[in-house]
C-alpha cells in the first residue's frame, strides 16, 4: 500500500461528496491509501488569495503542506485548484530560499515550519504512474466495465498548465486522461478546443458569472457536437461550472444539454461496481440517471 | 469600430485616446510588476499570440496584450482601474504558447495585488476570505451536504478546520498577519 495524506480542498467535500468517496474507495482497490490530513482548510483558492496577495497564498497554503510533513507523508488530492496551490507553493518554495524565510517568519507565529520534505500529487498522477499504480491495475480493478459510453474528458488548466514548471509535458493535446478513461471500458471522444478553460478560474465566475459561463458553453457545444454522453474531469470546480453551469446556461442562454458531469473518480467507482447511492450522484445538477442506464 | 465604454468619463477619455503620454507612466510599476510576477514581462515584443489563445477574449474587451505593453510602459492608472483586469481566469494558455517565455497570467495576478493595495478589488474575491477567516473553507458545508455525505458514510464534516476548529486559530493568525480579513470588511463595508 502506498500511502498519501489525503488533500480534500473545499468542493470536493462540501458539494460533491461522492468525489471524497469514491476517491477514497477506488484507491484502496489499487494500492493506494488515502489517510484524513487534520486540521486542512481550504487550498487558498489560487484565483482568489493569489489575486489579493500572492504572499497570503503562500503562507496559507504552506501551513497545509506542514500538516502533512508533520504526518511525514506525501499529499494526494482531487482537484486542480488545490494542485495549483498546494503543489505550487511547494515547489516555488523548496527552491526560493527568499521566499521560504519570509514564509517561515510568518508561520513561527502559529508554531509553524516548512521543511520541503514532501512532494504533492494529483490521484490522477498517481493512477497514471506505472510505479505506484498504471493503467494495467485500473483495468484489473474495473467489475463492470463501461462499454459504450461516449466521454469527453476535460483536463482543466491549472494541473498541467504552466507546462513549463509541470512535468506532464504536451498542453496542446496531451492523451493520458484519454487513456484512463479507455482503462475502464468507456470511449473518450475528441471534441474541438479540448484544451480550453471551463471559465470559472481566476475568480471569473464570481465577478463575471454571464462571461463566465459563455467560455463554458462553448466547451458545451463542442463536447455535444462530439457525441458525448458524459464529461469527466479530475477537478471538483470544473465539474462545479460543467453541472451547475448548465443549470444557469439554461437559465441565462435558453440552451439545454443534459449532459452528466462525473469526476474521474466518480467514474471509475461505477466501473469497480460502486453504486450511483454510494456516489450521492443524486447531488448532481444534471441527472444521470439515463447515463446509468445506458452504460450499467 | 465602436469602442466600449465604461461610463466612467475619466477612463473613457483614457481608453479613446491612443497616444502615450509621459506623464502616464509610472517606471517603478513596471518594476513592481516584475518582481511580484516573478515573469521576464519587459521582453514582450507584442506578438499577440497571448490574446491569441485567450478564452476571455473572443467575448470581451479584455485584451491580454494591452496589459502586457501597459506594464512595459509603465502605464499603472490605465491597468489598475481597467474592470477587464478581472476577466482572466488564469487558465495558462498564453503562458504555454509565449514565444519569448513570459508568463503573462502572472502579471494579471501581479496586477490585481498591486489593485488590491489601492482598494481596487470586486467584492467576490473578499467574501472568500470572510468565510476562510471564520470556517477555514471558501466554501464551506452545509446541511443537505452533511446529510448526503453521512448517507455515504463519510462522517457529517469532512476531517479538515470543519471537524477541528481548533486550526481555525491559526489561520486566523496568518491571515491578520498581512491585515486582510480587516482590509475585506473595511472595503465591503464601504460598497
Given at each position: 500500500m502506498h500511502e498519501y495524506a489525503f488533500f480534500l480542498g473545499c468542493i470536493a467535500p462540501n458539494r460533491y461528496p461522492g468525489c471524497e468517496a469514491s476517491a477514497i474507495k477506488t484507491s484502496e482497490k489499487v494500492g493506494i491509501k488515502l489517510l484524513p490530513l487534520k486540521g486542512a482548510s481550504c487550498c487558498p483558492a489560487p484565483g482568489a488569495f493569489g489575486s489579493i496577495d500572492l504572499n497570503v497564498w503562500y503562507a496559507m497554503a504552506a501551513?497545509?503542506?506542514?500538516?502533512?510533513?508533520?504526518?511525514?507523508?506525501?499529499?494526494?488530492?482531487?482537484?486542480?485548484?488545490?494542485?495549483?496551490?498546494?503543489?505550487?507553493?511547494?515547489?516555488?518554495?523548496?527552491?526560493?530560499?527568499e521566499l521560504r524565510d519570509q514564509v517561515n517568519e510568518v508561520l513561527a507565529e502559529i508554531d509553524m515550519q516548512f521543511k520541503g520534505s514532501i512532494d504533492v500529487f494529483h490521484l490522477a498522477e498517481l493512477y497514471y504512474n506505472?510505479?505506484?499504480?498504471?493503467?494495467?491495475?485500473?483495468?484489473?480493478?474495473?467489475?463492470?466495465?463501461l462499454s459504450g459510453a461516449k466521454i469527453a474528458c476535460h483536463y482543466g488548466c491549472h494541473l498541467m498548465k504552466p507546462q513549463k514548471e509541470r512535468h506532464f509535458g504536451d498542453t496542446e493535446n496531451p492523451m493520458w486522461f484519454e487513456e484512463l478513461v479507455s482503462a475502464i471500458g468507456a470511449e473518450p471522444v475528441q471534441y474541438r478546443n479540448k484544451m480550453q478553460c471551463c471559465g470559472a478560474g481566476g475568480g471569473v465566475r464570481g465577478y463575471d458569472i454571464v462571461h463566465s459561463l459563455d467560455i463554458t458553453n462553448e466547451k458545451l457545444i463542442n463536447m455535444r457536437e462530439a457525441g458525448a454522453d458524459a464529461i469527466t474531469e479530475l477537478c471538483p470546480f470544473c465539474q462545479l461550472q460543467f453541472d451547475r453551469g448548465q443549470i444557469e446556461i439554461k437559465e441565462?442562454?435558453?440552451?439545454?444539454?443534459?449532459?452528466?458531469?462525473?469526476?474521474?473518480?466518480?467514474?471509475?467507482?461505477?466501473?469497480?461496481?460502486?453504486?450511483p447511492q454510494d456516489l450521492a450522484l443524486d447531488l448532481h445538477g444534471i441527472n444521470c440517471t439515463p447515463f446509468l442506464k445506458k452504460v450499467l | 469600430m465602436a469602442a466600449k465604454t465604461y461610463n466612467i468619463p475619466e477612463l473613457d477619455?483614457?481608453?479613446?485616446?491612443?497616444?502615450?503620454h509621459l506623464s502616464d507612466s509610472n517606471p517603478d510599476f513596471t518594476k513592481d510588476v516584475l518582481k511580484t510576477s516573478r515573469t521576464i514581462a519587459n521582453m514582450c515584443f507584442q506578438c499577440g499570440t497571448c490574446t491569441g489563445s485567450c478564452p476571455s477574449a473572443p467575448r470581451s474587451s479584455?485584451?491580454?496584450?494591452?496589459?502586457?505593453?501597459?506594464?512595459?510602459?509603465?502605464?499603472?492608472?490605465?491597468?489598475?482601474?481597467?474592470p477587464d483586469l478581472w476577466l482572466c481566469t488564469t487558465c495558462y494558455s498564453c503562458t504555454d504558447r509565449c514565444p519569448r517565455d513570459i508568463a503573462p497570467t502572472d502579471v494579471i495576478m501581479a496586477m490585481r495585488n498591486l489593485a488590491f493595495k489601492r482598494d481596487i478589488i470586486p467584492k467576490n474575491f473578499l467574501q472568500t476570505v470572510q468565510?476562510?477567516?471564520?470556517?477555514?473553507h471558501g466554501v464551506p458545508n452545509n446541511d443537505v451536504n452533511r446529510a448526503a455525505r453521512t448517507k455515504l458514510g463519510l462522517d457529517a464534516d469532512p476531517p479538515t478546520t470543519h471537524s477541528y476548529p481548533e486550526y481555525i486559530m491559526g489561520?486566523?493568525?496568518?491571515?491578520d498577519h498581512f491585515g486582510l480579513k480587516e482590509n475585506a470588511d473595511r472595503i465591503l463595508k464601504g460598497d
Amino acid at each position: 500500500m502506498h500511502e498519501y495524506a489525503f488533500f480534500l480542498g473545499c468542493i470536493a467535500p462540501n458539494r460533491y461528496p461522492g468525489c471524497e468517496a469514491s476517491a477514497i474507495k477506488t484507491s484502496e482497490k489499487v494500492g493506494i491509501k488515502l489517510l484524513p490530513l487534520k486540521g486542512a482548510s481550504c487550498c487558498p483558492a489560487p484565483g482568489a488569495f493569489g489575486s489579493i496577495d500572492l504572499n497570503v497564498w503562500y503562507a496559507m497554503a504552506a501551513r497545509n503542506l506542514v500538516l502533512a510533513e508533520e504526518m511525514k507523508k506525501d499529499i494526494a488530492l482531487i482537484c486542480n485548484g488545490c494542485y495549483k496551490s498546494i503543489w505550487e507553493v511547494n515547489h516555488i518554495l523548496k527552491h526560493n530560499d527568499e521566499l521560504r524565510d519570509q514564509v517561515n517568519e510568518v508561520l513561527a507565529e502559529i508554531d509553524m515550519q516548512f521543511k520541503g520534505s514532501i512532494d504533492v500529487f494529483h490521484l490522477a498522477e498517481l493512477y497514471y504512474n506505472e510505479e505506484i499504480c498504471g493503467l494495467q491495475k485500473i483495468r484489473d480493478s474495473v467489475t463492470t466495465p463501461l462499454s459504450g459510453a461516449k466521454i469527453a474528458c476535460h483536463y482543466g488548466c491549472h494541473l498541467m498548465k504552466p507546462q513549463k514548471e509541470r512535468h506532464f509535458g504536451d498542453t496542446e493535446n496531451p492523451m493520458w486522461f484519454e487513456e484512463l478513461v479507455s482503462a475502464i471500458g468507456a470511449e473518450p471522444v475528441q471534441y474541438r478546443n479540448k484544451m480550453q478553460c471551463c471559465g470559472a478560474g481566476g475568480g471569473v465566475r464570481g465577478y463575471d458569472i454571464v462571461h463566465s459561463l459563455d467560455i463554458t458553453n462553448e466547451k458545451l457545444i463542442n463536447m455535444r457536437e462530439a457525441g458525448a454522453d458524459a464529461i469527466t474531469e479530475l477537478c471538483p470546480f470544473c465539474q462545479l461550472q460543467f453541472d451547475r453551469g448548465q443549470i444557469e446556461i439554461k437559465e441565462k442562454f435558453g440552451d439545454v444539454y443534459n449532459i452528466p458531469v462525473l469526476h474521474f473518480n466518480e467514474l471509475l467507482g461505477l466501473a469497480q461496481g460502486m453504486s450511483p447511492q454510494d456516489l450521492a450522484l443524486d447531488l448532481h445538477g444534471i441527472n444521470c440517471t439515463p447515463f446509468l442506464k445506458k452504460v450499467l | 469600430m465602436a469602442a466600449k465604454t465604461y461610463n466612467i468619463p475619466e477612463l473613457d477619455k483614457k481608453l479613446a485616446d491612443r497616444r502615450y503620454h509621459l506623464s502616464d507612466s509610472n517606471p517603478d510599476f513596471t518594476k513592481d510588476v516584475l518582481k511580484t510576477s516573478r515573469t521576464i514581462a519587459n521582453m514582450c515584443f507584442q506578438c499577440g499570440t497571448c490574446t491569441g489563445s485567450c478564452p476571455s477574449a473572443p467575448r470581451s474587451s479584455y485584451r491580454i496584450r494591452l496589459f502586457m505593453r501597459r506594464c512595459v510602459l509603465g502605464l499603472e492608472n490605465e491597468s489598475l482601474t481597467d474592470p477587464d483586469l478581472w476577466l482572466c481566469t488564469t487558465c495558462y494558455s498564453c503562458t504555454d504558447r509565449c514565444p519569448r517565455d513570459i508568463a503573462p497570467t502572472d502579471v494579471i495576478m501581479a496586477m490585481r495585488n498591486l489593485a488590491f493595495k489601492r482598494d481596487i478589488i470586486p467584492k467576490n474575491f473578499l467574501q472568500t476570505v470572510q468565510a476562510i477567516y471564520k470556517s477555514g473553507h471558501g466554501v464551506p458545508n452545509n446541511d443537505v451536504n452533511r446529510a448526503a455525505r453521512t448517507k455515504l458514510g463519510l462522517d457529517a464534516d469532512p476531517p479538515t478546520t470543519h471537524s477541528y476548529p481548533e486550526y481555525i486559530m491559526g489561520i486566523q493568525k496568518i491571515l491578520d498577519h498581512f491585515g486582510l480579513k480587516e482590509n475585506a470588511d473595511r472595503i465591503l463595508k464601504g460598497d
